[in-house]
């Protein structure tokens, strides 16, 4: 069992609808990141958070710490952003020597 | 203006080489790492490097040897490469440790083992 798992793995979506992805964890963390990976491969930081929630845009990420899970939700879903998401955790550990586990992402698919 | 760069973007080679990765950010940021994908999209840090020094090494063949020649720059050699090598190869850099610092990621190397 991952040390980090993320639902759905595969979501399609309608352009317009509310997209939620999931991510539970099992180590104890300090902060929790929340990737973008395009079909062209990059990969792009959308939020780290240790507490509460952010929002960036129509991207909201929360957390909560003491059930040990955090959620990316995406409003108004459009085509671009059909990506893969992949939640990351640091391990825990001295200050610079840290680690960061991956889930295995959850691919987006929204049409038009 | 690209913040971590890395070369080539594509690489195909036969088993048994030698090839090098470079990574370069201009970010100013103190610490670097370099990641594997692997063909199920799996990503899993390999090294790790804080101001030149390397921190974390996950249990990573000797045949791949990381150099850093200033905190700018991680550059990643492969020797003896064999297919099980071929994946994507990212490097990254952050401020501060993964605890506390938001990762910036190069495009990516796709290295092609035959």
């Known amino acids: 069992k991952n040390e980090v798992e993320q639902s759905p793995q595969n979501l399609t979506a309608q352009e317009g609808e509310f997209i939620t992805i999931n991510c539970s964890y099992s180590?104890?963390?300090?902060?929790l990141h929340w990737l973008q990976q395009h079909p062209g491969g990059g990969i792009v930081s959308l939020f780290m958070l240790s507490s509460g929630k952010k929002k960036h845009g129509r991207l909201i990420a929360t957390i909560n710490i003491q059930e040990k899970h955090s959620s990316l939700h995406i409003t108004a879903s459009h085509p671009r952003d059909s990506a893969v998401y992949i939640c990351a955790v640091p391990t825990l550990g001295s200050y610079n020597t840290d680690k960061l586990i991956f889930g295995t992402g959850t691919r987006l698919q929204v049409f038009p | 203006d690209t913040a971590v760069s890395q070369t080539p973007k594509y690489l195909v080679t036969q088993m048994g080489n030698d090839k090098s990765i470079k990574c370069e950010q201009n970010?100013?940021?103190?610490?670097m790492y370099w990641y594997k994908q692997d063909s199920k999209k799996f990503l899993k840090i390999m090294f790790s490097?804080?101001?030149?020094?390397?921190?974390i090494n996950e249990t990573v063949p000797n045949r791949f040897s990381p150099k850093s020649p200033d905190k700018a720059h991680l550059n990643l050699h492969i020797n003896s490469l064999e297919l099980g090598d071929s994946a994507v190869y990212f490097c990254a850099s952050s401020r501060l440790g993964p605890q506390a610092g938001e990762l910036f990621f190069g495009e990516g190397s796709r290295l092609t083992v035959l």
């Open positions: 180590v104890g963390i300090s902060a």
């Open positions: 490097y804080n101001n030149k020094e390397l921190i």
């Open positions: 970010l100013g940021h103190d610490t």
